[in-house]
């Protein structure tokens, strides 16, 4: 059974830096695409960052430059760090995961299996 578990969320003010963590299970996610995403209140689930098995990433354009992914594929670990923090990035945070394809999807739905999510709260 697939499980992906979030760590490292919380409060922190803006401009600060939190690292997120997701630790997944189940099966070896060495050749799955890792990925990040985030749902504010009264919003939609949006597309954050994501990875593939050989480690090319990709960003929604409101994170680059301030939030790097990272995996650890001997782990099965993927991390968020996330710098430069802004009001706007308050939500709850997501990791998600799908098998192999030749390019890094966006769309929630093509992701299979997900995490429970961990809040991230940043303070103005």
């Known amino acids: 059974q697939v499980q992906l578990v979030e760590s490292g969320g919380g409060l922190v003010q803006a401009g600060g830096s939190l690292r997120l963590s997701c630790a997944a299970s189940g099966r070896t996610f060495s050749t799955y695409t890792m990925g990040w995403f985030r749902q504010a209140p009264g919003k939609e689930r949006e597309f954050v960052a994501a990875i593939r098995w050989r480690g090319d990433s990709d960003y929604a354009d409101s994170v680059k430059g301030r939030f790097t992914i990272s995996r650890a594929n001997v782990q099965n670990t993927v991390d968020l760090q996330m710098d430069s923090l802004r009001p706007e990035d308050t939500a709850v945070y997501y990791c998600?995961?799908?098998?192999?394809?030749?390019?890094?999807?966006?769309?929630?739905?093509?992701?299979?299996?997900w995490g429970q999510g961990t809040q991230v709260t940043v303070s103005s």
């Open positions: 998600a995961t799908v098998y192999y394809r030749d390019y890094i999807p966006r769309a929630s739905r093509d992701y299979e299996y």
